[in-house]
């Protein structure tokens, strides 16, 4: 199977609404990539994936957008809204020092903003591959973008997009599904760039 990003706009920002659209998109990707419906469970941890089907899949919402990764191996995806409310003493508390300079050696406030916003998304997208908290953001790996590269020691494949207002990150155990990665919208769907991979 092709490992396929889908996006789906879905005209709410309630959480609920958000989560039972994730799982329509989730419905809707099952079918069309691999013609039925498998069994879901939870992980001890409370991630979600197949009973026994060797897909994996991962959900993701902000805004109005909910994002779907599958792919063969094990996968991660993460939006947020470019213009959410932050408090930038979160990197102090939870990033590493090196992120820390390359948040600050931003030109301006803006686009300080607009690095942690990366630096999020690929976090929350390695921790959502994993299976664990929030918590074990301090965890993670130092990430950095330079140009269109993101610096990272990790063993995992990462790319990064940007589009409509929105940031988004994914994360993949094989290189092959983030290489061959293939991006559907459902709805009326901003233009998502690639703007950074590993």
Known sequence: MDSRLGILSIGSR???????????LLSLMEEELMRK???????PA??????????DFNISHAGNLVICAMA????????ERADRKVSLSIAEKFFHTEEKVFLESAENPEEKKKRFMMLWVLK???????????????ETPSFAIRGDKILCQSNLFYSLYEGGGYVMATAFERMA???NLEIKKYNDIPDFILTAVN
């Not at 419906?37 to 992980?43: A, D, F, G």
């Not at 409370?46 to 089907?53: A, I, K, L, Q, V």
């Open 177 to 179: 599904d983030r290489d």
């Open 37 to 43: 419906h498998p069994e879901r469970t939870k992980t």
């Open 72 to 79: 063969d191996g094990r996968t991660g995806c993460d939006i």
């Open 14 to 24: 309630i959480y609920k609404d958000q989560h039972e659209k994730g799982l329509e």
């Open 124 to 138: 929350e997208a390695h921790i959502k591959l994993l299976g664990t908290s929030i918590g074990a953001v301090k």
């Open 46 to 55: 409370g991630r979600p994936e197949y009973t026994d089907c060797p897909v």
